[in-house]
């Protein structure tokens, strides 16, 4: 298992688009993946259960994967939201 912590700096958080994006890239990893917010852990290829995290800019996640490719399915979503989802 492979996790890391993350703060939501784009303006909008993880809803509708930005949701869209983080879910999409999330898919092509074969690992199991979460995002867990204040405790509460999400399904990090579910658009239903990332949109129902209700998570907003400046909330802390952390995005934790277990299986094949872990680290880089981490790494690739850390990365998204610290730098590629500010535009949304």
Do not use: W
Not at 49 to 55: D, E, I, K, N, R
């Amino acid at each position: 298992m492979y996790e890391q912590k993350v703060t939501l700096s784009n303006e909008i958080g993880l809803h509708a688009r930005p949701a869209s994006i983080f879910i999409r890239q999330a898919v092509k990893f074969p690992c199991d993946i979460t995002v867990e917010k204040t405790g509460r852990s999400y399904n990090a290829k579910s658009i239903m259960s990332v949109l129902s995290m209700s998570a907003s800019k400046g909330d802390e996640i952390i995005i934790r994967a277990d299986g094949q490719a872990e680290d880089e399915a981490v790494n690739t979503l850390v990365d998204l939201v610290e730098n590629r989802l500010s535009d949304y």
